[in-house]
Antibody, heavy 123, light 109 residues
Framework: QLQLQESGPGLVKPSETLSLTCTVS??????????WGWVRQPPGEGLEWIGSIHYSGSVDYTPSLRSRVTISVDTSKNQFSLKVSSVPLAHTAVYYC???????????????WGQGSLVTVSS | QSALTQPASVSGSPGQSITISCTGT?????????VSWYQQHPGKAPKLIIYEVSYRPSGVSNRFSGSKSGNAASLTISGLQADDEAAYYCSSYTSSNILFGGGTKLTVL
C-alpha cells in the first residue's frame, strides 16, 4: 500500500523560507507516469493546489505562487520537496503531499495523500 | 483563476439523497472531463471519491455518483449515512492549473 509522509518545521518566521519533504513508501516515486504534488489548506478554509513534479523533473506550479515556489525530487531517497520563499502570515496552513495522475493524459486527480503537516507562519 | 463555486452547506436525513453542485467555466469544468471529488472528515486528509467526472476508485461505495452538464458538475450521495457527514470538494483541471471548489459541508440530520 502506497504511503506518503510529510516532514519539516512546524513554525516558520514571516519572510523566511518554508521547507517540507514528502517521503514515499510502498512504491517507487520513479516507477510510473504519476506526478507528485503539494496541496495546502489554511485553517478552516478550502484546498489549494501548489504544484506537482514528475520524477523526470518536469514540474508545474499554480500561477499565483509560481514566483516563490520550488518543488524538487530526489529519486534516490524516494522523496520530493517543497520550498516557499518569503512566506507571509497568510501561508499558515496544513500542507499535504499527494500522488497525482498526469493531467496530460486525461485524469488529473490526487489518489494517495499524506496525513498533512501544519505549518504556522509567525514571529 | 477563481476557485470553483460550491454551496457552503447542504443537509439531509439518513436514507435520503443529496446533490452537491460545482460550477465553473468553459475553461475548466466545461472544457475537460477532468472533474474529481474529495471527501474530507475533520482533521483528516482528503479522500478521492470520484475522478474523471463519474468514475469511482476501487473501494468507494456506489452510493457516490458524479455527473457533468455544461460548466457544472454534480456529486450525488444516495442512502445518506451518518459517516457521510464531512466536507466535499470538487476539482478541475484548467490550462496547466488545478482548481478546487470552496468546499461544501454536508450535515446528516
Amino acid at each position: 500500500q502506497l504511503q506518503l509522509q510529510e516532514s519539516g518545521p512546524g513554525l516558520v518566521k514571516p519572510s523566511e523560507t518554508l521547507s517540507l519533504t514528502c517521503t514515499v513508501s510502498g512504491g517507487s516515486i520513479s516507477s510510473s507516469n504519476y506526478y507528485w504534488g503539494w496541496v495546502r489548506q489554511p485553517p478552516g478554509e478550502g484546498l489549494e493546489w501548489i504544484g506537482s513534479i514528475h520524477y523526470s523533473g518536469s514540474v508545474d506550479y499554480t500561477p499565483s505562487l509560481r514566483s516563490r515556489v520550488t518543488i524538487s525530487v530526489d529519486t534516490s531517497k524516494n522523496q520530493f520537496s517543497l520550498k516557499v520563499s518569503s512566506v507571509p502570515l497568510a501561508h499558515t496552513a496544513v500542507y499535504y503531499c499527494a500522488r497525482q495522475s498526469p493531467c496530460i493524459i486525461g485524469s488529473c486527480y490526487f489518489d494517495y495523500w499524506g496525513q498533512g503537516s501544519l505549518v504556522t507562519v509567525s514571529s | 483563476q477563481s476557485a470553483l463555486t460550491q454551496p457552503a452547506s447542504v443537509s439531509g436525513s439518513p436514507g435520503q439523497s443529496i446533490t452537491i453542485s460545482c460550477t465553473g467555466t468553459s475553461s475548466d469544468v466545461g472544457g475537460y472531463n477532468y472533474v474529481s471529488w474529495y471527501q474530507q472528515h475533520p482533521g483528516k486528509a482528503p479522500k478521492l471519491i470520484i475522478y474523471e467526472v463519474s468514475y469511482r476508485p476501487s473501494g468507494v461505495s456506489n452510493r457516490f455518483s458524479g455527473s457533468k452538464s455544461g460548466n457544472a458538475a454534480s456529486l450525488t450521495i444516495s442512502g445518506l449515512q451518518a459517516d457521510d457527514e464531512a466536507a466535499y470538494y470538487c476539482s478541475s483541471y484548467t490550462s496547466s492549473n488545478i482548481l478546487f471548489g470552496g468546499g461544501t459541508k454536508l450535515t446528516v440530520l
